[in-house]
């Protein structure tokens, strides 16, 4: 993405998905055009489109709920999901001082102008992103 003249992008992390997209729609209904969400994550794999919820009988791997995994195909694959399902973070053991960076797995960025730069600041402030 290339900005153009005046305009300027921040870029929030936040320790939950929830608060993240909270402050996405915030900023969206705030008349902010350009924001986008993603995950940070160690592994080559795609981002898990659909939303993992076992109550509702939407997870098909326990990779898919804790890894962001579900959509590496079970059939072409089964290497690359064997070794995902032996992270620690899949299991909970050996889990002390493991995980992203910060513990901030997810980005808000959004493109603002100069005159909007310090609601777009408060906005993602207020759901607990750090800019």
């Not at 089964?78 to 997810?106: H, Q």
Request: no cysteine; glycine share 10%.
């Amino acid at each position: 993405m290339q900005l153009e003249a005046g305009e300027r992008s921040l870029i929030a992390s936040f320790s939950s998905s929830t608060k993240a997209l909270e402050a996405m729609s915030s900023l969206k209904a705030a008349g902010f055009r350009e924001v986008q969400f993603d995950r940070v994550g160690r592994f080559g794999v795609r981002a898990d489109d659909r939303y993992n919820n076992p109550l509702a009988n939407q997870a098909n791997t326990i990779t898919g709920l804790t890894l962001y995994s579900a959509d590496i195909s079970p059939l072409t694959r089964t290497d690359t999901r064997a070794l995902l399902s032996a992270d620690p973070s899949v299991s909970g053991l050996g889990l002390e001082n493991y995980g992203v960076a910060g513990n901030k797995g997810f980005l808000v960025t959004v493109v603002t102008t100069k005159d909007k730069l310090n609601l777009a600041k408060e906005i993602i402030q207020r759901y607990g992103g750090e800019i």
